[in-house]
């Protein structure tokens, strides 16, 4: 399965150019991600971050158009790599009928205790792992 979400260039992510300023990107990477959890998944970020978090090891992107003010964009994601403690997001931003960029974020697994994040892998907890495996796509997107 191939998890698709739609948004709208905003004003604040935008440079003097009027086109997204390029770090904007990765924190939509992370947007799709939760919204991910939330829609597809069936399971509140929020909610989830109480005990297990999933903190970027590795982020890419690769620009080919520029994304301007008011553009509704589609972001489809897929994993290509899914283990017991880590998964790999492929990412493709298309709008006004062409592709704008593509990434990748590798995500690691890590615990929450009482006195907060634990940075060292551990299990990604079953009923998310069985949820996530639906979107495992050996093909590249990109």
Known sequence: MIFV???IVRFGEC????????????NWFHELM???FEEALGQSYADCVKTVGFPAKETK????????LGEHLQLHMSLSSLTTRSMKMNIVI??????????????????????????RPT???KEIYQKMEKFLHREDLT
């Not at 590798?106 to 907060?116: A, L, P, R, T, Y």
């Open 94 to 119: 298309e709008g006004s009928g062409s592709r704008k960029a593509i990434g990748s974020v590798v995500c690691v697994c890590i615990g929450v205790n009482k006195d907060g994040f634990r940075f």
């Open 34 to 36: 939760e919204a991910w």
């Open 5 to 7: 979400h739609n948004r």
């Open 15 to 26: 440079d003097p150019a009027g086109v997204v300023y390029y770090p904007v990107f990765f």
């Open 61 to 68: 992107a690769e620009f080919f158009r520029p994304c301007s």
């Open 123 to 125: 299990e990604i907890p």
